[in-house]
């Protein structure tokens, strides 16, 4: 099974920073990763997929990077409605996810 | 509009118990799409736990290690619909329970989810 790692598991930011989240696979994974945003109660909403291909409607501050075993999710400048959890996916071999990041208001 | 709403779920199951959730999809050729199932213990991240393949791939099914062999999963294209028999429930199967939309690569329309409880 491949594993994914994100980092870090929590985050504090304030609106307008720059964030980063980080993924590793403990194998190859190419450009399979997708990032998803679920907000609390709600259902997961797919942001981005196959690396950094928005989903439509998702604003073009969220983008997504990387290849190999190592990837990122960037949001340029934070908005109050960002403030979620995400999470990683690989769809190389079936599926897993991350364990998560939790993005609070500093 | 795609959609997908999952029933099934909402009361109590003892241990060892059996479950049959299902899911319906509307706004969507609903056969033309692999569809899985991820579900969110209480508290905690989301974990795939399997998923039917479309028709053209003759709906092989793939499970997760935790739940293969005694999760099923099933389709039926003419209704539009996904299942998920669940049986020996353990309480580590307590989550809610989401239906999916895939493509084999990523998940794009999520139901709403449903919850299990399992416990004596």
């Known amino acids: 099974d491949i594993q994914m790692t994100q980092s870090p598991s929590s985050l504090s930011a304030a609106i307008g920073d720059r964030v980063t989240i980080t993924c590793r696979a403990s194998?190859?994974?190419?450009?399979?990763v997708n990032w998803y945003q679920q907000k609390p109660g709600k259902a997961p909403q797919l942001l981005i997929h196959t690396t950094s291909t928005l989903q439509s409607g998702v604003p073009s501050r969220f983008s997504g990077s990387g290849s190999g075993t190592d990837f990122t999710l960037t949001i340029g400048s934070l908005q109050p409605e960002d403030f979620a959890t995400y999470y990683c996916q690989q769809s190389y071999v079936t599926h897993s996810f991350g364990q998560g990041t939790k993005l609070e208001i500093k | 509009e795609e959609q997908l709403v999952e029933s099934g779920g909402g009361g109590l199951v003892q241990p060892g118990g059996s479950l049959r959730l299902s899911c319906a999809a509307s706004?969507?050729?609903?056969?033309?799409?692999?569809m899985d199932w991820v579900r969110q213990a209480p508290g905690k991240g989301l974990e795939w736990v399997g998923r039917a393949r479309n028709k053209a791939h003759n709906h092989m099914t793939e499970y997760a290690a935790p739940v293969k062999g005694r999760f099923g999963i099933s389709r039926d294209d003419s209704r539009n619909s996904l299942y998920l028999q669940m049986n020996s429930l353990t309480v580590d199967d307590t989550a809610v329970y989401y239906c999916t939309k895939g493509g084999g690569y990523y998940m794009d329309v999520w139901g709403k989810g449903t919850t299990v409880t399992v416990s004596s």
């Open positions: 706004g969507f050729t609903f056969s033309d799409h692999y």
């Open positions: 194998e190859s994974i190419l450009g399979f």
